[in-house]
């Protein structure tokens, strides 16, 4: 069984210091790793994708990922008060829809 | 921006009755995603569409949920008979396709008394 696997939280970091989500996965056979962010009461709103080993970076944001080691991970730099919400990761593999996590809750404190 | 339309917003109702939710995916996607989330259960996919045709329902219990995309425009998940267990916020979803990334609708928050 297609699993995703993320700590719940809560995940607690100073206003403007890096906050690192991380994932793992259990099928080798994920082709790409999505990042979704929720705020309490709303809905999953995309952030990033990445589909090759390495490094994406989006502004604030960057995501990891390590085929080898079946981890896939979220770094928000300058973390910010409103960058508080839920993270949901994703992985799509072959011809099923996205398998999510559960979500890691972050904090940031002000 | 084009955005994944959800109908209604939120809905209360007693334990027996018909409950209809209604999605308007985006424009040009092909695949249309239900999903049911509760906080314990985290995210938990009912059913999906691709080019309106049904690919798997195996996510919701079939003896009360029906899902059904009459067109392009419109996708479709009812309940009947309604339990209080079904109370839950669902979420559609829609995407290009199944390996894109998937957008979501502002979701029906269902409340079963």
């Known amino acids: 069984q297609k699993e995703v696997e993320q700590n719940s939280g809560p995940l607690s970091v100073p206003e403007g210091a890096i906050a690192s989500l991380n994932c793992t996965y259990s099928d080798r056979g994920s082709q790409s790793f999505f990042w979704y962010r929720q705020y309490s009461g709303k809905s999953p709103e995309l952030i990033m994708f990445?589909?090759?080993?390495g490094d994406k970076e989006d502004g604030r944001f960057t995501a990891q990922l390590n085929k080898a080691s079946q981890y896939v991970s979220l770094l928000i730099r300058d973390s910010q008060p409103s960058d508080s919400a839920t993270y949901l990761c994703?992985?799509?593999?072959?011809?099923?829809?996205?398998?999510f996590g559960k979500g890691t809750r972050l904090s940031v404190i002000a | 921006d084009a955005r994944v339309t959800q109908t209604p917003r939120d809905k209360v109702t007693e334990m027996g009755q018909e409950v209809t939710m209604r999605c308007q995916p985006i424009l040009g996607h092909n695949t249309v995603f239900w999903y049911r989330q509760t906080m314990m259960q985290g995210l938990e996919l009912l059913a999906y569409f691709r080019n309106r045709a049904p690919l798997d329902d195996s996510g919701m219990p079939k003896d009360r949920f029906s899902a059904e995309m009459p067109d392009a425009t419109l996708a479709t998940l009812k309940i009947q008979p309604s339990e209080p267990r079904d109370s839950a916020v669902y979420f559609c979803?829609?995407?290009?396709?199944?390996?894109?990334?998937?957008?979501f609708g502002d979701g029906t928050r269902l409340s079963i008394l």
């Open positions: 979803a829609s995407a290009e396709d199944l390996n894109q990334p998937q957008h």
């Open positions: 994703a992985s799509f593999s072959g011809n099923t829809p996205l398998v």
């Open positions: 990445i589909y090759s080993n």
